[in-house]
Every structure is written in structure tokens, then in C-alpha cells.
């Protein structure tokens, strides 16, 4: 019981976070030159919006949703208390503020036990505003102990969907920057960005009833 109150309270608290930081709009579009300042401001705004996103997403509950893609089905399955489908090709987890909306993060099944991929889109009124693709490396022969390094691209948005800023890292469990680039790993190249949350599989293709049949 004691569990619950306290994950309450903590949703509560993002939330309650996300409404104070997001009262006003994204900054707009500016005329070109865009000014060192109004993209600070950008930037500023997505990486708050895209924290508290986050913060939603990990929280679970009312506010998030997790669906399974299987092979051979058009339609997702919602996840529940854990019990995933067979044939799994790629999970979503869908974050969302007073019902709508506002990340839409993707795991494709890895096809191997060294790697994986996430693909999250972030959405403002349902339109992107930010895509960051992370690259998890457990074994690698660039950070301590087995080497596993996290590769990480972050892409924002202005408020047409024109992209104004492109930021690339590699870093250690640590958290500590990988300097050589001989060792970086190789990001997935094949991935899709939906300009609009209406664009995504699961907006278009919608929930089964049902899992599929074993």
C-alpha cells in the first residue's frame, strides 16, 4: 500500500513538473539567421520537455502504455502486468499528458545479446519536436570493465519541423566521454522519424482485441 502511495505521489510530482514547465509555447520559428539566443531557447525547452517526457514514460500507470508489435500483425497488443506476446519484434512505450500524446519511444527486438536500439519521438500538439536515437554497446574494447558504451543522437526541432540542431555523444557506464573514434560503435541507420504522432504504426494501425493465437 505504502508502495503505491509514494509512486502516486511521484507521478504526481512529474506531472505536477510538466505543467509548470510547459505553461507557455515552444519557442516559434524565426526568420534566418536564427540567433545564437532563440536556439539556446529551443534547445532549452526540448531538453526539458523530452526529461519530463521520460520521467512519465518510466512511471507507468494511467500515464504511459506499453505495446508489443508481433510479426505477421498489423495491430499492436497492449502489454499488461508484464506478459509479453510471442514473436516480438519491437516494443513502444507511449507517454502521455492530459490524454494526449507526447513520446513515443520504440525498442525493436535486438538480434543480438550485445546490442540494442531505441528510437524516441517527442511530440508538441502532436507534432515532432525532437528524435533521439540510442545505441547500448554491452561489450565493447573503449570503456571500463567489459567496455559497454552508450551512443547517443539527439535531433531538435523548430516548431515547422525543420531540424536546427544535431548533438552526437559517446559515453562510458560512467558516463564519461569515449575520445577515440576508432572504437565507436556503429548506429543503426534504418531508422524511421514520424513528423506526427498520426504517422506512427500504432496511430495508424491501432490494438488488437485480442493477443494473437499461440
Known amino acids: 500500500m505504502a508502495f503505491k502511495i ?16 510547459f505553461k507557455d509555447e515552444p519557442p516559434g520559428k524565426q526568420n534566418p539567421p536564427m540567433t ?36 505477421n500483425h498489423l495491430k499492436f497488443i497492449q502489454v499488461k502486468d508484464q506478459i509479453w506476446p510471442d514473436s516480438l519484434l519491437s516494443s513502444v512505450t507511449v507517454a502521455y499528458f492530459r490524454d494526449k500524446p507526447i513520446a513515443y519511444l520504440e525498442v525493436p527486438v535486438s538480434q543480438t545479446d550485445d546490442s540494442y536500439h531505441e528510437y524516441d519521438n517527442y511530440f508538441y500538439k502532436g507534432k515532432l519536436i525532437a528524435f533521439k536515437i540510442t545505441h547500448f554497446v554491452f561489450k565493447s574494447n573503449c570503456g571500463p570493465g567489459d567496455g559497454a558504451i552508450k551512443e547517443r543522437t539527439i535531433m531538435y526541432l523548430d516548431t515547422t519541423g525543420i531540424e536546427v540542431k544535431r548533438v552526437h555523444s559517446v559515453v562510458d557506464v560512467n558516463n564519461k566521454p569515449v575520445a577515440s573514434e576508432t572504437c565507436y560503435p556503429k548506429m543503426q541507420n534504418d531508422y524511421i522519424m514520424y513528423r506526427s504522432y ?11 482485441a485480442d493477443k494473437p493465437k499461440k
Open 6 to 21: 509514494e509512486t502516486k505521489i511521484l507521478l504526481m510530482f512529474a506531472l505536477s513538473i510538466f505543467v509548470l514547465a
Open 198 to 208: 498520426a504517422e506512427t504504426p500504432l496511430a495508424k494501425f491501432g490494438i488488437e
Open 36 to 71: 545564437k539566443k532563440h536556439l539556446d531557447s529551443i534547445i532549452s525547452f526540448e531538453n526539458r520537455y523530452m526529461q519530463a517526457a521520460d520521467s512519465i514514460a518510466g512511471r507507468g500507470g494511467w500515464t504511459a502504455k506499453v505495446y508489443a508489435k508481433v510479426a
